[in-house]
Nanobody, 119 residues
């Protein structure tokens, strides 16, 4: 089970840190992705971190603003989001699977946490 937290309402330019905690699943065995979805649009991979060497991927839209990190001891993955924009408004999901920028790479999903950025 994956459980996200840390979403909320923030003004443009603000920051949030999302957390994804796992139970019954060891993060060290999977690549972990953060994905987001806006109603009417497809889910997109925002960032992901590989299982083995901590290779990281960021979508062009968030490069330089978002940072993904992993705390193996806590079995938790974080997404630090700085410089938030209204276009970042979405439901954010963490997911476990194989490393990649496509949602089909991920097999296990959290329930999502909502992020709203006001202008």
């Amino acid at each position: 089970q994956l459980v996200e937290s840390g979403g909320g309402l923030v003004q443009t330019g603000g920051s949030l840190r999302l957390s994804c905690a796992a139970s019954g699943l060891t993060f060290d065995d999977y690549a972990i992705g953060w994905l987001r979805q806006v109603p009417g649009k497809e889910r997109e991979v925002v960032s992901c971190i590989s299982r083995s060497d901590n290779t990281k991927y960021y979508a062009d839209s968030v490069k330089g603003r978002f940072t993904i990190s992993r705390d193996i001891a806590k079995n938790t993955v974080y997404l630090q989001m700085n410089g938030l924009k209204p276009d970042d408004t979405a439901v954010y999901y963490c997911a476990a699977g194989t490393y990649g920028s496509s949602p089909v790479k991920y097999d296990y999903w959290g329930q999502g946490t909502e992020v709203t950025v006001s202008s």
